[in-house]
């Protein structure tokens, strides 16, 4: 079945550590994105990928880091400048057209 | 950025329908409207998307005014598994790609 994958479900990152979060998708969807959600709010868009080796800045980047090497692939990296990483953390990708947005089932971040 | 306002809770009885109202004034004539929803720490669950027409789906209809300024989901027969967040988004088409820019949304709660 075609989807998104989230790993790991659950990360604790310590003080100064970058952590790393993967999101894969065989739905050979362009574009990708990175959303954070604290707890009782809506989701903030980082980043997003329309097409590999390509991303743009969304409205809470600074502290994060992407790549897109892949079309399958787009990690997302917690750096230790992000000083309040705790949150869930949801990868999204999309096809060209007018499709539905496929969510992974999220990342829990917490800082130990 | 053509942003969504949507009132941030709501009450339904059971087996009566639930409508909510989503207001995007600013929308352009090629931005769709989608509609998501999100139960506690999970990914959002796709519902419904639209452009200009009304949509009817296995899940709910969606209701687009004319001018395109407002649009209404509505669940038929709301039932205790439909109490959610539910979020109303434009995807917002740049340059640079198309991005998907949450709201708040609304904490529906259905009672029995």
């Known amino acids: 079945d075609g989807g998104i994958t989230q790993s790991p479900k659950y990360l604790f990152r310590k003080e100064g550590q970058n952590v790393t979060l993967s999101c894969e998708q065989n739905?050979?969807?362009?574009?990708m994105y990175w959303y954070r959600q604290d707890p009782g709010q809506g989701l903030r868009l980082i980043y997003y990928?329309?097409?590999?080796?390509?991303?743009q800045k969304g409205d809470i980047a600074e502290g994060y880091s992407v790549s897109r090497e892949k079309k399958e692939s787009f990690p997302l990296t917690v750096t230790s400048a992000q000083k309040n990483p705790t949150a869930f953390y949801l990868c999204?990708?999309?096809?060209?057209?007018?499709?539905?947005?496929?969510f992974g089932s999220g990342t829990q971040l917490s800082v130990l | 950025d053509a942003k969504t306002t949507q009132p941030p809770s709501m009450d339904c009885a059971e087996g009566r329908a639930a409508n909510l109202p989503c207001n995007h004034s600013?929308?352009?004539?090629?931005?769709?409207v989608y509609w998501y929803r999100q139960i506690h720490s999970q990914g959002p669950q796709y519902i419904i998307h639209?452009?200009?027409n009304n949509e009817t789906n296995e899940m709910a209809s969606l209701i687009i005014t004319e001018d395109r300024k407002s649009s209404t989901l509505i669940l038929p027969h709301a039932t205790l598994r439909d109490t959610a967040v539910y979020y109303c988004?434009?995807?917002?088409?740049?340059?640079?790609?198309?991005?998907?820019?949450f709201g708040e949304g609304t904490q529906l709660t259905v009672n029995p």
């Open positions: 999204a990708s999309i096809g060209r057209s007018n499709e539905k947005l496929f």
């Open positions: 739905l050979n969807h362009d574009a």
């Open positions: 990928s329309q097409i590999v080796n390509d991303f």
């Open positions: 600013t929308i352009s004539g090629n931005e769709y």
């Open positions: 639209g452009l200009k």
């Open positions: 988004i434009v995807r917002v088409v740049e340059t640079s790609g198309s991005r998907l820019t």
